[in-house]
Structure formats: structure tokens, C-alpha cells
């Protein structure tokens, strides 16, 4: 059962960077991409971005792409979302999540990591 813990949320003042972390464990083996995701308070949760946990495939929601950078170290098991030029609508709880195969939902979550973007 592969399970995820995010890190590296925190205050940061707008136009400032953070990284965030995604510990993966247990059978990690059987990963085929991990995405990105967040979700604000009242609003639905948003796709930020994906990687193909072998080939390094990435996707990215318009919203962040050229600000935001998903990559991933297989040998650590890590995944990672480097967030540059931060904006105060960027604040919310990210969450990194895994899927199995290419057709199938995320179906592995970790439990968030707030990010609050001050102005």
C-alpha cells in the first residue's frame, strides 16, 4: 500500500518560492504518475500539475505553468513541486496524489501541506 506525506508548506510573502516534498513508501513500485493538487477554502480542488513516476512525463494546468515545476527522484522515492513567483491566490492546502495505471484516478493522497501567500 503506498502512502504519501507532503512537506515544505509555509508562509511566504508574494513573489517569493517554496518547495514542496512528497515522501512516497510501500510498494512505490506500482506508481505510474504522481500529481499535484490544491484546493482553497469554498473552492473546489485544482490540478496543478502530473509526472510519470519512470519517463518524467509532465503536464501542467494553465494556471502555474512556467511558475510551478513538478519533478521527481525515484531513487529517494521523492516527488517535488518547486512554486516560484507566488501569488496570494495561490494560498491553499496542497496535496500530492498517485495513480496506478494512465486511465485510472488518483487513488493514493497524502494528507496536504497548507502554502498561505501573504500580500
Known amino acids: 500500500q503506498v502512502q504519501l506525506a507532503e512537506s515544505g508548506g509555509g508562509l511566504v510573502q508574494a513573489g517569493g518560492s517554496l518547495r514542496l516534498s512528497c515522501a512516497a513508501s510501500g510498494g512505490t513500485f506500482r506508481i505510474y504518475a504522481m500529481g499535484w493538487f490544491r484546493q482553497a477554502p469554498g473552492k473546489e480542488r485544482e490540478f496543478l500539475a502530473s509526472?510519470?513516476?519512470?519517463?518524467?512525463?509532465?503536464s501542467y494546468a494553465d494556471s502555474v505553468k512556467g511558475r510551478f515545476t513538478i519533478s521527481r527522484d525515484n531513487a529517494k522515492n521523492m516527488g517535488y513541486l518547486q512554486m516560484n513567483s507566488l501569488k496570494p491566490e495561490d494560498t491553499a492546502v496542497y496535496y500530492c496524489a498517485a495513480t496506478y495505471t494512465p486511465t485510472s484516478e488518483y487513488g493514493t493522497w497524502g494528507q496536504g501541506t497548507q502554502v498561505t501567500v501573504s500580500s
Open positions: 509526472t510519470t513516476w519512470s519517463g518524467g512525463r509532465t
